[in-house]
């Protein structure tokens, strides 16, 4: 799909959802190649009339070339040519060039710092930082995979229910309300992403969302890879992050939204390279050790063009933080969890009353990359426009 059609689906997404009929266009839908019946199943348990119009804009824009003039003529057939014009006119239209604020100056002051003894700068304009105020902060949704079914092909995630005993405790200790859902299938999966994107925000300040499976790459435009639900259909991160963005989650507008992914980014394995600095040594695993992985398949039949990619919306106040690079595996030890979820729980607990989640990531990383035979190295997706500190008692 080109830009400016794109453009225009974003543009007029408030009278569409507010307007659109969608019950005539399933059927018209299915036929033109548009959607599987799967996949427009999907879209009418997104909920109400105007929630199912929301997701099927949103989605549109991942359904190739012929996708915007089909949705069109769609339109037109089913009594809707006013909505079909307005899309046109919104594609003839220039882009609007957003309006840069005023900039403040930040007010900085000196400050000792003791254990260092050495001056240092530190920045103490409030709006440099997010607001944790409520209590609870937020909600936590922590999704634990475990056993999946014979016909997935997916090994048992022997080790990951400690991963999720570590982070129920670490994130109710840091004022969240935690909800566990253990062992769901792809759309049960889905199913609870929506029901906690539906939720009124309003008086929180934030929200997690914890995914712990096995993992595998995906076609992606801004978060890449995907998850795999007990019944080994793939979702991709990149769809879980859609649903909680500022189109579909108003109530989280302008808030954290923190994504942290354990599962493996592909099948590589990393056996590193020789340095003669200051990383750290090489550790002798404790366990067994296992991969989240699974490999990388082209779809089969009908795939979409090479342009059929999602294009969401500017992803404002998120961070997806990934336990392992794209492409490569995520090590879980079957006694003590994984590495990357032990490391970060150990990190919340010595650094979250001082540091923010940003430096807190990189401790992470750092001791995440020094373990092990093979290697493994944390990152991060961040779209967070100002700073974020946990709330600590």
């Known amino acids: 799909m080109e830009e400016q059609q794109r453009r225009a689906l974003r543009r007029g997404r408030a009278r569409l959802v507010a307007a659109l009929r969608v019950e005539p266009l399933w059927e018209p839908l299915e036929q033109r190649g548009l959607f599987t019946r799967p996949m427009l199943e999907e879209l009418q348990s997104a909920g109400s009339r105007g929630e199912q119009a929301r997701q099927l804009i949103i989605d549109l824009e991942?359904?190739?070339?012929?996708?915007?003039?089909?949705?069109?003529?769609?339109?037109?057939?089913?009594?809707?040519?006013?909505?079909?014009?307005?899309?046109?006119?919104?594609?003839?239209?220039?882009?609007?060039?957003?309006?840069?604020?005023?900039?403040?100056?930040?007010?900085?002051?000196?400050?000792?710092?003791?254990?260092h003894k050495k001056e240092v700068l530190i920045m103490t304009c409030p709006c440099q930082v997010y607001e944790m105020k409520a209590d609870p902060c937020g909600h936590c949704l922590i999704l634990n995979n475990v056993n999946f079914s014979r016909d997935s092909g997916l090994s048992t995630r022997e080790g990951s229910d400690i991963d999720c005993e570590k982070l129920e405790r670490r994130f109710k200790a840091l004022r969240f309300t935690v909800l566990t859902q253990r062992d769901?299938?792809?759309?049960?999966?889905?199913?609870?992403?929506?029901?906690?994107?539906?939720?009124?925000?309003?008086?929180?300040?934030?929200?997690?969302?914890?995914?712990?499976?096995?993992?595998?790459?995906?076609s992606h435009v801004q978060f890449p890879g995907g998850v795999y639900g007990t019944d080994g259909k793939p979702i991709p991160i990149e769809k879980i992050v859609n649903y909680f963005n500022g189109s579909n989650c108003p109530s989280l507008r302008g808030k954290p939204k923190l994504f942290f992914i354990q599962a493996c980014g592909g099948e590589q394995r990393d056996q590193g390279f020789v340095v003669d600095c200051d990383s750290p040594k090489d550790e002798a695993p404790r366990g067994s050790l296992e991969s989240d992985a699974t490999p990388f398949?082209?779809?089969?039949?009908?795939?979409?063009?090479?342009?059929?990619?999602?294009?969401?919306?500017?992803?404002?106040?998120?961070?997806?933080?990934?336990?392992?690079?794209?492409?490569?595996?995520?090590?879980?030890?079957k006694s003590s969890g994984s590495w990357y979820v032990g490391i970060l729980d150990s990190v919340l607990e010595r650094y979250a009353h001082s540091e923010d989640l940003l430096d807190m990531l990189v401790r992470v990383a750092r001791a995440v990359s020094g373990k092990g035979r093979y290697k493994q190295i944390p990152g991060c997706f961040n779209f967070l426009r100002k700073k974020f500190f946990f709330a600590c008692d």
Request: glycine fraction near 6%.
């Open 62 to 115: 991942t359904r190739g070339k012929q996708a915007f003039p089909a949705f069109l003529s769609i339109l037109r057939d089913t009594g809707q040519g006013d909505l079909a014009e307005m899309l046109i006119q919104e594609c003839k239209s220039r882009p609007v060039l957003p309006q840069l604020p005023d900039l403040l100056p930040v007010e900085l002051e000196l400050r000792e710092e003791k254990q």
């Open 297 to 333: 398949q082209v779809p089969l039949g009908n795939v979409d063009e090479p342009d059929a990619i999602a294009c969401l919306p500017t992803p404002g106040d998120i961070l997806v933080s990934y336990s392992t690079f794209p492409g490569f595996v995520s090590w879980r030890e």
């Open 184 to 218: 769901l299938k792809a759309q049960e999966m889905v199913l609870e992403l929506q029901k906690l994107s539906r939720q009124d925000h309003s008086a929180l300040d934030c929200c997690i969302v914890v995914i712990l499976s096995h993992g595998c790459q995906t």
